[in-house]
Nanobody, 118 residues
Framework: QVQLVESGGGLVQAGGSLRLSCVAS????????MGWYRQAPGKQRELVAT???????NYADSVKGRFTISRDNAKNTVYLQMNSLKPEDTAVYYC????????????WGQGTQVTVSS
């Protein structure tokens, strides 16, 4: 069973920064793309950013220019650097790792809470 462990969340003031980490129990090259999603109270889970095994990135419009996704294959880790945080970024952030195993499968971490105060 694949395990994804997120860390790095917390409480930060608006304009501040946080870096989230997602450590996988196996090589992240086995998944493509790796991604971060978030879910705010009362809202659906939404895509934040993804990164392919080749390093191509994709961002939600709401975070472009503020968030940066990156990966360290040697450490089986994906990062999300979040700058210029806004109160509307408050959510639980989840790491996502999809792959095909006789059928499409998506693994999720337990989530890490990010709270941005105004």
């Amino acid at each position: 069973q694949v395990q994804l462990v997120e860390s790095g969340g917390g409480l930060v003031q608006a304009g501040g920064s946080l870096r989230l980490s997602c450590v996988a129990s196996e090589s992240i090259l086995n998944f493509n793309p790796m991604g971060w999603y978030r879910q705010a109270p009362g809202k659906q889970r939404e895509l934040v950013a993804t990164i392919t095994s080749g390093g191509r990135t994709n961002y939600a419009d709401s975070v472009k220019g503020r968030f940066t996704i990156s990966r360290d294959n040697a450490k089986n880790t994906v990062y999300l650097q979040m700058n210029s945080l806004k109160p509307e970024d408050t959510a639980v952030y989840y790491c996502n790792a999809p792959r095909y195993e006789t059928r499409p499968v998506a693994y999720w971490g337990q989530g890490t809470q990010v709270t941005v105060s105004s």
